[in-house]
């Protein structure tokens, strides 16, 4: 069930209504259906698996409570994670398995199963006795399909309490994010994801459409998994459930290391917490900090597919971050040398143009989802340019794109980035919800009219329903 | 709670109020209307414009209506064959099933599904050059099983393509809430485009205003000639198969005593210099005289148009598709050279017509409701 949809619009209803009409029993119990009936939609495969981890994740948090046992914890998370590699690894290395698909959402409800499972270990948290708190957590429909990996303890209190009171000022933010996610989907997401023919056929094209089509898919990623966010966050607001921010900004960021405390932030914070500074992190020397920094992106990339293409994308972001961590004091002293301060408006630029140029570049592997795919590209990509206005103009139109079209794509994306620009401190929810009613109304009539009538027509996937 | 409610609600009412009246607009337009009811009405009613914008089940329409006209002169092809109007000929029974075949299968189809009493004494067929195309044929352009497809009229998307075309500037909602009575569809209302009685086609609006086209310039074409894609693809030899479909064809024309008239429609002067330049269309040479070798045994006739240079690119919709005044230049010459279809032309109209000329894609307005 696509989150844009009538009939999802329908279900969120009744859940509203049933979940703040009814009694705290009848509410959790309202909650479980909900969350059972939206994984249902997937299939009755997706819902085995949602209940067969859930059900692991209970149990191991009840055995490692009792036991405090590595051995339980390293079992724990063993079974859990065993069904996400065999669907993301064994169609890869055998033909013969090509025909497995993973569960819808399977590695998300694994991660948050991890995450349950170390605090229990670390006794931050005790096990839920009641399954069904648990399975709400794992099911958490908004949730479901691709994240954000809410921490339980940021959860539950929500769901649990008997004294759960309607929050307005939550709702209304929930349904200002539903309007913004819609905008971000319909208006710049799907419509920039309709014009990537250089990337399947190259030969038709000009060199430099394929580096328009790079740039575009770095936007259309960002949108597509912003929208979501949006729409995932806003949802468990009108429940009264707050939800950190899951992006706040990325495209502004000043370096590789900003770059990830803000996009996709809880999958970000789930690797730093989990692997990075397991694995030492940045307080046991240079070499442990390069080794923590490499496997930690190497485990992302490898996460978001088994090809090289991933991998590299992931190795390359732990080679910035380590390049950027060893070369500050000598780029400092560069700046220095020309008498250039930390907040000039030359070098804040400068460092918000080279970061962005890192993380396309790497997009562009994590696109190609192959070597091959990506060097055939690079063959096309690094033809000959003619600097002529009319190669420029000929290289975007022949993508598809119409003056129209573009003059569109061109104000929407400036809308964005704009909203991006103004809320990069605390995020979009911070920011929209200290806005007057006047703006926000506006705001949300601009958000749903540009939605009717220039959003993009049909239904296409979010981008992390595939990882 | 109540009051996020009511703010919601009162919020929400201005989007209901402008989605209904989209509603509206798109019920005022008759996109709704069945090929059965169009079909009706065209034999009610002297000329009604059919032009649905959000479906398209043109060959279903085409073959109900030739069964009710039972025609004694039938048009059949592509798009490439709409602009043969009923006025271009004496015969008062004479229908224009254009549009009804896509492939070069679907000609023998056509006819083998018209109701025994349906079928016509003459046929002209427009045999579209990429038919003889392996390259464009060979993708999936020939297949085995034909079949009319019928899409049902869908609200949600019929309601979405409204909205949004209005948002484009794609139409006027006052144009399609005062169109007249005998228009059906979203495309006749709004943009004057659709099928008139006798199966022949309206450009409407793009017939006075050709900078509309999607093909200004040429530059589609053009840009297809120079990739070979989308029925530009290169070939230097006729396909086999198509030899043996049209073969088939012919044969079952002599077998049902249809009189067959083969025309090879033509492209805009300077898309066929293109392709003449880009030296990949060997096989536009061929087709001529392979179909006059498949028809001479039966006594039907070929007539070659691919290169018309007696009309001009202005007299062209897009790089392969001509507008009335090439099609009345074509019925002229068949007058002049066809001995099936002596007689059968209303040289007069279309003499008269080609002097009095409202714009280069458009004929007398008569012919137009």
Known sequence: MNFISSSFGIFMLIVFVLWWKTSYKVRIVILGLANIYFAALFGFKSLFYLAAIAAVGYIFGLIIHKTNSKTALFAGISCVVAPLLLFKYLPVYSADFSSLIAPVGISFYVFKSISYLVKIKKKAIKPQTKIIHYFNYIAFFPQLTSGPIQPIDEFLPYVKTHSHKFNRRLAYMGFCRICWGIFLKKCLADILTSYQGAMTQPEYYYGLSILWCALGYSLYLYFDFASYSQLSIGFANLLGIPVKENFISPYFSLSIGEFWRRWHISLSSFLREHIYIPLGGSKNGSLMLIISTLATFLISGMWHGATSGFILWGLLHGIYLICSRFTRTARDKIWHTFSIKKNHPLRIFSNWFWTLFFVCVAWFFFQCETLDKASYLLGYLFTPFDFSIQYVKESIMLLGFTNGVLLRLGIFAIAAFSVDWLSKDKGFGEWIIRKNIVFRTVFCYICIFCSLLYGYLGSVPNVYFAF | ?369
């Not at chain 2, 009309?311 to 598709?321: A, F, I």
Request: aromatic share 16%; glycine share 8%.
């Open chain 2, 1 to 369: 709670m109540k009051s996020f409610l009511k703010y919601t609600a009162l919020f929400l009412t201005p989007v209901l109020a402008f989605c209904l009246f989209f509603c509206f607009v798109l019920f005022q337009s008759k996109e709704h209307t069945t090929e059965q009811e169009a079909v009706k009405k065209a034999m009610d009613v002297e000329n009604i414009l059919f032009g649905l914008a959000y479906r398209d089940n043109t060959g279903y329409f085409k073959k109900l209506l030739a069964d009710e006209k039972q025609a004694n002169l039938l048009i059949l092809g592509t798009s490439r064959s709409m602009q043969f109007h009923s006025q271009f000929f004496t015969s008062e029974s004479f229908f224009n099933a254009g549009g009804a075949c896509g492939y070069i299968n679907s000609f023998e189809y056509f006819l083998s599904q018209m109701e025994s009493g349906a079928k016509p004494d003459t046929v002209i067929m427009v045999m579209d050059q990429y038919f003889f195309n392996g390259n464009w044929v060979g993708t999936s352009s020939m297949p085995e099983d034909l079949s009319y497809g019928q899409y049902d009229f869908s609200f949600k998307t019929a309601f979405w393509e409204t909205v949004q075309g209005w948002g484009k500037g794609k139409y006027s909602a006052f144009e399609i809430l005062t169109a007249p009575g005998n228009y059906y569809g979203f495309s006749a209302a709004a943009n004057q485009r659709g099928f008139l009685s006798d199966g022949s086609y309206s450009y409407g609006k793009l017939m006075t205003n050709p900078r509309d086209g999607t093909d200004v310039g040429f530059h589609d074409s053009f840009d297809r000639i120079a990739k070979g894609i989308n029925r530009f693809e290169y070939a230097s030899e006729i396909y086999p198969k198509s030899i043996e479909v049209v073969e088939s064809l012919l044969k079952y024309c002599s077998e049902n005593e249809i009189k067959a008239v083969l025309i090879i429609p033509p492209y805009a002067p300077s898309v066929y210099a293109k392709m003449k330049e880009n030296g990949n269309y060997a096989y536009l040479d061929l087709i001529y005289p392979t179909l006059s070798q498949l028809c001479a045994p039966y006594g039907f006739e070929v007539y070659d148009f691919t290169n018309m240079p007696q009309t001009s690119d202005d007299e062209y919709v897009d790089g392969y598709h001509g507008g009335d005044l090439v099609y009345a230049k074509i019925a002229l010459e068949l007058s002049e050279k066809s001995s099936i279809l002596s007689g059968m032309i209303n040289t007069q109209f279309i003499n008269e017509a080609l002097e009095n000329t409202p714009s280069p894609l458009k004929l007398s307005a008569d012919i137009y409701p």
